[in-house]
C-alpha cells in the first residue's frame, strides 16, 4: 500500500500523453495529488500548483509518483538527482517503469539511509496464495473486451465513481500498474507467477458486505492470444456476478496482432459467461461499455444505439455519457 | 537442456509413489536411465542396476537426476552428501523439488568448485517473450481435461512413442516439471510469469516440417478456477490443431475444489473447441483419453465404448490400450 497523498513527478514529460499516470491520478484520485513537480523542459501540464519538494511536504504529500514514461529504459541522471533529493526530505517514491528502482543503487542507498520506502508497482509486493475457489460475500463486476487496451480501467474507475455518487458501497480494485498508481494499492497481475494468478485475484477481492461492489480491473482478453490466460484467470479468481463487455469499434486488428480481427460483442458474450459461470453460476453480463473517442459525436450515438438494440443491454461509453446506466444495472441484479 | 543418461537418484523413498518421477524416466525414456542409486531404506527399485557414483560415470551417466519427492520440503543431510559426492565425481545434478537446489549454499559451492551445473526445473531458464500469435508450420496436439491430473501427460507421451513406433514425426513438449526431468527440456509452464506464458507456449513448439507433430504437454483446466489461466495459456500459445479430450470418470469433484464438479465431455469439448479456434481456426477434436486406472477391465471396456458412440469420437484409455487409434485420427487430419 502506497501512502497518500502524492506529489506527481512529471520530469521532462515530451508531450501530455507521457504524463498519462499522472493524469490518470489526478482525474480519478485528485484528492490524492497535492501539486506537481516539472523540471526544465517539461510539456506536460496536468493543472495543478507545481510544488518544490519541500512545499509539498509542507503540505502533506507522502509519495513522489513517477507519473510519466521515461524514454529507452534509462532513469535519467537528471531524474536521479531529484529522486534522490526526494528520499532526503521524507518522500516515499512509486513507480511503474520497466526498469526498477530497486536496481538503481543510488536510490536503495538514499531510501535506506532516510528509511523511505521504493515502490515498483510493477513487482508482486505479496505472497499470493493459490486459488480456493471457495464463494466469497460481497457483489464483484468485471469488465471483459473484444481486445486489449479498449477502456476496461476507465469503464471501471467511472463506474466506481458513479456507484459512490449513487450512494451504493464500491471499491474499485486495480489490477495493473497505472491502477495501482491511481489508488496506491492492487496487484501487478501480469507480473505474478501463472499457478498464483487467480489466487491474487481471489486475496484482492475477499468477502466483504453483501451490498458492497467490488470493481475489478479487466485485464487483456479471452481472444487475444497473447494475454488471454490472464484474463481467465481474473474471470475465475474474480468468480464476477456481473460482466461488463468493453469494445473499441474503430480498431482493425487486436491489438499487436495484425493476422487476428476483434470478435463481434455477441462472441464475446458467449465465451466469457460460461466460463465466468464456472465459478459463479449465477454471472450475468449486465451492459455494455464503447470507448468511441475515436468517433464524431453523432456517429458514437447512432453505433451505441445500434449496439444497445442488437444487443438487448445498456451500451455507453462512460467518457461521454458517464456510467450511470451500467449502474443502474449492477444495482437492479 | 539436461544433459542425459541420467543416474536415477532414489534416496531413502518410502514407497515406490515417492519415486514416481524417476519411474516416469524408466518407462518413458529408458534409455535416458543407466541405472539407480539407492540410500539406506530405500523402499522403492525400479529395475534398474544399482549403481554406484563412479560405475554410473563409467557408464557415460552425466547428471545425477532427483527423482523422489522428499518429506517436508527439506534437503536431508544424508541426501547432500550423495548430491556433493555427486557433483566432485562430474556430475550434474537436475531436481523439481520445491526447495532448491541453488538455495543451498554447499551445493552452489560444489557445483561452481567443479565446473557442474544445477537445474532446478521449477524455474524457467529462458526468458521468454511474449507471444506473437503468428501461425507457425508443423502440427501440433495437446490434451485438455475435465480437470488437473487426469492423465493429460501420461497421454502425450503415450501418444509420442505410438507415432513414433508408427513411423511418423513427433516430439514431446513437456511443459510441467515431472515431463522436463522425463525429457531434459521443455518449459515449467506454472512458474511462467503471467504475460509471458503463451509466449513460452510458442518458443516450446517452434516451426517445424509440415508432417511433425509436436504433442503438448496439458496442464489444468479451463474449468479449474485456480489453474484455468495456464490452460488457455496453453490452448493459445500452442494453436493446436487437435485437440484430445482428458477424463477421469470415477472422480467425485474438482481436484482440490470440492464445491466444483467435474464437467461433461461434451461441455469441456463445446468450451475448449470456440477457444481453440481463435488462435487456429482449423482446430479439431479429434478423440478422447479416458484414466480408467480406478475402474475393472469389464467396467472400463463398458465406459469407453459407451462414451465413443455418445461423442462420436475414438476413446481409449492409452494405458490399458495404447495410443494407436488416437494416433491414426491424428494422422487422419
Chains 1, 2 share one sequence.
Request: glycine fraction near 10%.
Amino acid at each position: 500500500m502506497i501512502k497518500t497523498p502524492y506529489l506527481l513527478f512529471l520530469g521532462d514529460a515530451p508531450d501530455a500523453l507521457a504524463a498519462k499516470v499522472a493524469q490518470g491520478i489526478k482525474d480519478w484520485r485528485p484528492d490524492n495529488a497535492v501539486g506537481q513537480f516539472r523540471m526544465v523542459g517539461c510539456k506536460a501540464d496536468l493543472g495543478l500548483p507545481d510544488m518544490t519538494l519541500a512545499e509539498a511536504r509542507a503540505a502533506g504529500a507522502e509519495t513522489l509518483v513517477i507519473g510519466v514514461a521515461n524514454r529507452g529504459g534509462v532513469i535519467s541522471r537528471a531524474w536521479k538527482e531529484v529522486l534522490v533529493a526526494a528520499l532526503e526530505a521524507g518522500f516515499d517514491l512509486a513507480s511503474g517503469l520497466h526498469n526498477l528502482l530497486r536496481d538503481a543503487p543510488d536510490l536503495v542507498a538514499a531510501a535506506e539511509k532516510h528509511g523511505r520506502t521504493l515502490h515498483d508497482v510493477r513487482v508482486p509486493a505479496v505472497e499470493y496464495p493459490i486459488a480456493n475457489g471457495v464463494k466469497r460475500s460481497g457483489k464483484r463486476v468485471l469488465a471483459v473486451g473484444t481486445d486489449c487496451s479498449v477502456g476496461k480501467m476507465y469503464t471501471g474507475l467511472a463506474l466506481d465513481r458513479a456507484m459512490k455518487a449513487a450512494g451504493l458501497k464500491s471499491t474499485f480494485r486495480p489490477t495493473g500498474q497505472t491502477g495501482i498508481l491511481i489508488t496506491g494499492e492492487g496487484i501487478p497481475l501480469d507480473a505474478v507467477v501463472a499457478d498464483f494468478m487467480a489466487g491474487a485475484v481471489e486475496w484482492l477481492t475477499p468477502d466483504n458486505d453483501a451490498d458492497h461492489w467490488d470493481i475489478i480491473e479487466g485485464q487483456g482478453s479471452l481472444f487475444h492470444v497473447s494475454f488471454s490466460g490472464v484474463t481467465l484467470a481474473l474471470i475465475h479468481g474474480g468468480q464476477p456476478d456481473a460482466l461488463i463487455l468493453s469494445h473499441e469499434p474503430t480498431r482493425g486488428h487486436m491489438r499487436g496482432l495484425p493476422d487476428y480481427q476483434l470478435p463481434t460483442l455477441e462472441a464475446l458474450r458467449d465465451m466469457a459467461l460460461p466460463l465466468a459461470r464456472v465459478a459463479n453460476p449465477a454471472c450475468q453480463v449486465v451492459g455494455i461499455s464503447v470507448n468511441t473517442a475515436a468517433m464524431a459525436e453523432e456517429e458514437a450515438e447512432h453505433y451505441l444505439a445500434e449496439v444497445e438494440a442488437r444487443m438487448g443491454l445498456p451500451t455507453v461509453d462512460p467518457f461521454r455519457q458517464g456510467a450511470e446506466r451500467l449502474v443502474a444495472a449492477l444495482d437492479a441484479l
